[in-house]
């Protein structure tokens, strides 16, 4: 009996120690869960945070603009709406920014020399309108060199701007284009022009959005550009608007985009 004793007292022994060796375990397991779980989530919000510092974006609009707005054109494709749209500027005695690229500028030069004395700014398009995300850095500069210097053998004008063709844009690109001294500007109202749209549709998509310091986007080529143009113009009277080229709006200096691509002076960050 002594020997069952002390046979099934070592066994229960050992029993005790597996068990708390298991114990160990899965208290070991839950906590490492536990770690692992807040873990996942603070790396989360950290490489949110870090892709939200480190991510650069195009001014869309400006904040603290009074009562101005940028009022743009693209000219890419074809010139059958350029000469009227700038007889309607000129009746309402409004000047725009008007972003050129070399394939149109080398076609229609009497056009953007036109453009150019009535007063109006040009700003960049590129070369030959590629996705710039796709260029390597050496191919953006080319685009932006050549573009550059097309427009100021042409005018004497420096680009002072530059919008991406299609709106295609990285870090890479608003890089390249701050080290060649221009500004990269997007826009935060679309008149939708670059699509086969009524007038109507146009004025709809433009005076329903805008308010005070967004850039809007207009297109020199479609047909119903020109009447919507007048339409949009009287609305933003109505509203109190006043349509200026964006180098009448957009800092130059001394700013930060936010994360919402809202160009803000350096002064208001402390704020934010």
Known sequence: MKRCFVFFAGRTERCRQR??????????????????????????RLW????????????????????LVGLSFDVAWGEDQTAEILEVLDIYGIHATFFVTNSWLETYPELVKEIHSRGHELGLHSATHPY??????DGMKKELKENSRAVAS????????????YGDYNNNVLAVAG???????????????????????????????TKAGDIVMLQNNNKE???ALKE????????????????????????????????????SREQD
């Not at 949110?48 to 195009?58: A, D, F, M």
């Open 19 to 44: 068990l708390k060796t298991f114990g160990l375990l899965v208290a070991c397991g839950v906590f490492l869960g536990v770690v692992s779980g807040l873990y996942g989530v603070m790396s989360d």
């Open 48 to 67: 949110q945070s870090v892709s939200r510092e480190t991510q650069l974006l195009p001014i869309s609009r400006v904040a603290d603009a009074g009562n």
């Open 132 to 137: 710039f995300s796709s260029l390597s850095k």
């Open 154 to 165: 042409l005018t004497g004008q420096e680009g002072k701007f530059f919008r991406p063709p």
């Open 179 to 209: 080290d060649l001294g221009l500004v990269t500007v997007s826009w935060s109202v679309d008149g939708g022009d670059w699509q086969d749209i009524s007038a109507r549709k146009i004025c709809k998509n433009v005076l329903e959005q």
């Open 225 to 227: 550009t020109v009447t």
């Open 232 to 267: 949009i113009l009287n609305g933003w009277q109505s509203q109190g608007l006043r349509p200026v080229p964006l180098g009448a709006m957009v800092r130059l200096d001394d700013y930060f985009v936010d994360y919402d691509g809202v160009q803000k002076g350096s002064g």
